[in-house]
């Protein structure tokens, strides 16, 4: 797989893209060293220089990224359990490799974007990205999960609801240990 057409396809053609994909092993290790690692790199790496550019800490910029980046692969997984798991209720198919493949082809646009934390204050723009990033996963809901189409919305939003509470959860841990290494 060509990352950079791989994203392009993801962006532009998503329907097709989806087809595509479907085909495809779901390799776990596969996916998060040649995409994921790549792509989670993007807003790391940026947002570390977006902070050292406008002013902060060299070091609390370096373990932002290191945080954000390996916090990524975690967020990842555990989506990919919950769209799994959440599949029967909505009439989907369980498949754990489709359901990484569908977390991990959806969140393109938002490490695209990651470069917009190259101006920090643009980083708030990312929220686009990550509306568009909910579009394609309801896109790949059905040719992946198998789900009927009148349910996909509501799966959809499901794990979304879910993902926003282990984002919260963990945005609370990695807090408390900052808050106690400070």
Same mark, same amino acid.
């Given at each position: ?73 975690? =967020? ?6 919950? %769209? ?44 686009? %990205? ?42 609370? =841990? ?6 106690? =290494?400070?």
């Amino acid at each position: 797989m060509n990352v950079v057409e791989r994203v392009k396809a993801i962006l532009v053609t998503p329907k097709t893209e989806w087809r595509a994909i479907e085909t495809e092993p779901g390799d776990p290790a596969y996916l998060f060293t040649n995409y994921v690692a790549i792509l989670a790199a993007i807003p790391a790496v940026c947002g570390f220089i977006g902070v050292i550019i406008f002013g902060g800490s060299v070091l609390g910029g370096l373990v932002s990224a290191v945080v954000y980046y390996v916090l990524t692969f975690v =967020i990842v997984y555990v989506v990919a359990l919950i %769209a799994d798991a959440l599949a029967p209720p909505f009439g989907a198919r369980k498949s754990p490799p489709n359901a990484l493949k569908l977390v991990v082809y959806s969140a393109t646009p938002v490490w695209v974007a990651g470069v917009l934390s190259l101006v920090p204050p643009l980083a708030i723009l990312g929220l686009l %990205a990550a509306l568009y990033g909910l579009y394609l996963f309801w896109l790949g809901v059905p040719t992946l999960m198998k789900a009927p189409d009148e349910k996909s919305v509501l799966y959809t939003a499901a794990v979304v609801v879910c993902a926003i509470v282990v984002l919260i959860v963990l945005g609370l =841990i990695v807090g408390m240990v900052f808050h106690a =290494i400070a």
